[in-house]
C-alpha cells in the first residue's frame, strides 16, 4: 500500500506557471500567493509582492510570527529593531524574528521581494488586500485602512509608528538616530 505526501504531511506537490498564483492588491502593491499553510501542511506562506516608490510598511511588530524578506529588484529601506537602518537591493535578505519591531520603504520606481512567513500571517496577508476589480491587474485602488486595523486586531499584528522620515530610525518600540534616505512620497500599508 502506498502512501501520498498529502497524506503524511498534509500537504502535496504542485507546480504554478508565471502568473498563476493567487493575485490580491492593497494601494499600488500586488501580491501574488505562491504557497499558503494550506498548501503546504501549515509549514508556511510564501508571498511575492511588487510595489512602486513610497509604498511603506509602518513600524509593527507580531508576536508570534516570524517573517523573513528576500529582495528580488529595486530598493527598500528596512527597519529592524535596534539595527541601523539598511539599503536593500537585489540579493538582500532580512529575518524578523517574533516581537521584532520592523518596517521597510520602497525607495526605487518599483520593488518586487518575496516574504517567507508562518501560514497565519499569510492569512494576514489576504486580509488586508482584495482580489482585482476589472480586467487582468486592475486599476490601483485606495488602501482601506478600516479593513488593515481590523486585520491587525484579527491576526496580532501591532502597530506601532509610522514608518520614519529621513534623520529617523527605528528602535526599540520606536524611532532612534539611525537614517535611511528620504522618500517623496509615503502611501502606506501595514504588515
Known amino acids: 500500500m502506498s502512501v501520498t505526501a498529502e497524506e503524511i504531511y498534509g500537504t502535496y506537490p504542485y ?3 508565471p502568473g ?3 493575485l490580491r492588491r492593497s494601494g499600488q502593491t500586488r501580491t501574488h500567493f505562491l504557497a499558503t499553510g494550506g498548501m503546504t501542511g501549515g509549514a508556511y506562506a510564501m508571498i511575492d509582492e511588487t510595489a512602486s516608490r513610497g509604498e511603506t510598511v509602518p513600524l509593527h511588530r507580531h508576536a508570534e510570527d ?3 524578506l528576500y529582495v528580488i529588484e529595486g530598493e527598500l529601506s528596512v527597519y529592524i529593531d535596534a539595527l541601523p537602518c539598511h539599503i536593500a537591493g537585489p540579493g538582500a535578505f532580512a529575518h524578523f524574528a517574533p516581537g521584532t519591531v520592523h518596517g521597510f520603504r520602497v525607495e ?3 520593488a518586487r521581494y518575496l516574504l517567507l512567513t508562518t501560514p497565519r500571517h499569510g492569512e494576514f496577508y489576504r486580509a488586508i488586500a482584495r482580489p482585482p476589480c476589472g480586467p487582468g491587474e486592475g486599476p490601483d485602488e485606495p488602501v482601506d485602512e478600516a479593513t488593515v486595523m481590523r486585520a491587525c486586531r484579527d491576526y496580532a499584528v501591532e502597530f506601532i509608528a ?3 522620515e529621513a534623520g529617523m530610525g527605528a528602535g526599540r518600540g520606536g524611532p532612534s ?3 535611511c534616505p528620504d ?3 509615503s502611501a502606506s500599508r501595514s504588515h
Open 177 to 179: 538616530s539611525a537614517a
Open 15 to 17: 507546480f504554478l506557471e
Open 20 to 22: 498563476a498564483a493567487e
Open 66 to 68: 516570524v517573517e523573513s
Open 108 to 110: 526605487s520606481e518599483t
Open 183 to 185: 522618500s517623496s512620497s
Open 162 to 164: 509610522p514608518f520614519p
